[in-house]
């Protein structure tokens, strides 16, 4: 990686009347590195007044603990998953007049999940602009939906704060719009175990624990029986031919009761 991340520090960004302020020092930035961003940026078709401000949001937390900066694009992915989440809300809700709160909060839970925003991420081509520690980057991080998806998130938040609410709800409305209609016309693949767990790490900071009950059947047609418990509830059993289908299926049959609840 051809960034040089200096320590010393640029000046916190100044934006016009009623903008927000980055509270953060920002790390400069050498030639190559803004090139690159700067190739990033026509190619989504968006502009930023900062490109250390872009730069930060693709500066996964791993680059502290090779760096004396303190810096990361956590901050930011806290709040563009806010806007995000508006932002989907917003465009449900008109969308879909006729639908009640709870129809509209699990289309909400499918097209802000991990496995929708990674693949967002990997078709904007955040994965080549990642900064991440040799660790991290040896061990796959690149292709890590977490990360991807988080960095996808952290891009949101710079775009609010340099160029406000309006150009970050233009931004998310061109990809969820695509992806509201594939989960309305069904045509998405539904991670239910990747969903499930996101809802019990969010609502509950637990993850859910799968549990095989039983195998049934004769050999060339076994069938698994499974359960999972969240919080202390059990929900199942679910069955499948093997662990995998019988754990997503299960997954769906907690998932969809808990977000009725």
């Known amino acids: 990686m051809n960034l040089r991340l200096s320590k010393t520090p640029t000046n916190t960004l100044n934006h016009s009347k009623n903008r927000i302020n980055a509270p953060e020092v ?5 030639q190559d590195r803004k090139k690159r961003l700067t190739a990033f940026l026509k190619t989504v078709e968006i502009r930023f007044k ?28 806290f709040l563009g998953d806010a806007i995000l989440g508006a932002v989907c809300a917003d465009l449900l809700y008109h969308k879909l007049w006729d639908k009640p709160e ?3 909060a699990k289309i909400k839970s499918i097209v802000v999940s991990e496995e929708v ?8 081509q955040i994965d080549n602009l990642l900064i991440l520690s040799r660790g991290e980057e040896l061990s796959g991080g690149r292709t890590k939906k977490t990360i991807l998806a988080d960095a996808l998130e952290a891009l949101i938040g710079a775009i609010y704060l340099d160029s406000g609410y309006k150009n970050a709800h233009a931004f998310v ?28 790490q969010r ?7 799968y549990n095989l009950i039983k195998r049934s059947g004769p050999e060339h ?26 754990e997503q299926d299960v997954a769906r049959i907690a998932y969809e009761e808990l977000i009725k609840s």
């Open 26 to 30: 920002l790390p400069a930035l050498d």
């Open 173 to 200: 409305s061109r990809f969820m719009k695509g992806e509201i209609e594939r989960v309305l016309e069904n045509r998405h693949f539904q991670d239910y175990k990747s969903l499930l767990q996101e809802y019990c």
């Open 102 to 104: 709870g129809d509209l």
């Open 50 to 77: 900062s490109l250390e401000l872009l730069n930060l949001s693709f500066m996964h937390r791993s680059i502290s603990n090779e760096t004396h900066l303190k810096i990361n694009n956590e901050r930011l992915e």
């Open 221 to 246: 047609e076994r069938i698994f029986w499974m359960e999972v418990t969240i919080n202390g509830n059990v929900y199942g059993p679910a069955t499948g031919k093997n662990k995998k289908s019988a």
């Open 203 to 209: 609502h509950f900071k637990k993850y859910p624990i």
């Open 117 to 124: 925003l990674s693949a967002v991420a990997l078709e904007l």
